[in-house]
């Protein structure tokens, strides 16, 4: 699940710039200055697959609540 998560998370390198500074991008990893050539690249949204929590949650009663960090809940149903 977490190699599928990483295959599909991605965004374009331009969206992901949006809230960044520029320079700062330069002088922390002048090894990628070729992206900036290259807005519409989509990009992981994560470094590794391992950045993904998995939680099953759940039981008889058909639902359950994890929280964890910054974001949102997601419920989704699970069928057997």
Not at 15 to 27: C, D, S, Y
Not at 56 to 59: M, N, Y
């Given at each position: 699940i977490q190699e599928a998560l990483y295959?599909?998370?991605?965004l374009p390198f331009k969206?992901?710039?949006?809230?960044?500074?520029?320079?700062?991008?330069?002088?922390s990893h002048p090894e990628l200055s070729?992206?900036?050539d290259h807005p519409d690249?989509?990009?992981?949204?994560?470094e590794d697959p391992a950045?993904?929590?998995i939680a099953?949650?759940?039981?008889a009663a058909g639902r359950g609540t994890y929280f964890y960090g910054a974001g949102?809940?997601?419920t989704m149903p699970?069928?057997?």
């Open positions: 295959r599909e998370a991605r969206t992901m710039m949006l809230n960044k500074e520029p320079q700062a991008m330069a002088a070729w992206i900036h690249l989509p990009i992981p949204v994560v950045c993904f929590d099953v949650v759940g039981a949102e809940p997601v699970v069928e057997d």
